[in-house]
């Protein structure tokens, strides 16, 4: 157990759609960051936060957003959902950058 | 652009022996670090082992160590005494500069599927 919570775990639902997906970090930990995990694009960073603010961006598509909220949690918002978004979508969290714990991940099949 | 390279699609090795996983990358950032991540069947992503690019030794954990070949850019994954558990796919990593607060993305190669046989 990483210390890295997700939530939901699975999650189905019809092209068109909105899903928020959260995030708890391990305690201590102020960075969180987003990665999705496809078959044919493997793991692609998303996004990271630090403390709250956006600190790097990587591929996140224009009707993806996230955030971080006072009490560290983030959130991974999914719009106008389309059959390629299905995927798994991880968090990791860190403190010092010696490493990246990372969630048990959610598993979004976009239908 | 920082790019991590496995050309080992897939490993086979046989129980309680030990197996070398390569992995090469490429940056031009002189401060960098290096992570193997293993995902089992079940989906989640387990941190392994971490290397600096100004450490001075080879990291070890456990079963695991890293060797660091830094003028070769190579980071291969040792793993000893190998167990039918080790069975998985793994993942070398790679993040440009030391400071997580200035943008830490890690950089993913495409794996190796390691299996163990009995």
């Known amino acids: 157990d990483s210390g890295v919570t997700q939530t939901p775990k699975h999650l189905i639902t019809a092209t068109g759609q909105r899903v928020t997906l959260r995030c708890s970090p391990r305690s201590g930990d102020l960075s969180v960051y987003w990665y999705q995990q496809s078959l044919d694009q493997g793991l692609q960073f998303l996004i990271q936060?630090?403390?709250?603010?956006?600190?790097a961006k990587g591929n996140i598509l224009e009707r993806f957003s996230a955030q971080q909220f006072p009490d560290l949690h983030s959130e991974l918002n999914l719009s106008s959902l389309e059959l390629g978004d299905s995927a798994l979508y991880f968090c990791a969290s860190s403190v010092g950058g010696r490493g990246q714990f990372f969630g048990p991940g959610t598993r979004l099949t976009v239908l | 652009a920082q790019k991590i390279t496995q050309t080992q699609p897939g490993m086979f090795v046989q129980e309680k022996e030990a197996v070398t996983l390569d992995c090469t990358y490429d940056?031009?950032?002189?401060?960098?670090?290096l992570f193997w991540y293993k995902q089992p069947s079940s989906g989640e992503m387990i941190f392994l082992i971490y290397?600096?690019?100004?450490?001075?030794q080879n990291a070890t954990e456990g079963r695991y160590s890293l060797n660091f070949q830094k003028a070769r850019k190579s980071a291969n994954l040792v793993i000893s005494a190998s167990q039918l558990g080790d069975s998985a796919m793994y993942f070398c990593a790679m993040r440009e500069g030391l400071r997580e607060t200035s943008g830490s993305r890690l950089t993913f190669g495409e794996g190796t599927q390691l299996t163990v046989n009995p």
């Open positions: 936060y630090y403390n709250g603010e956006e600190r």
């Open positions: 940056t031009s950032d002189p401060s960098y670090g």
């Open positions: 290397q600096g690019s100004y450490d001075q």
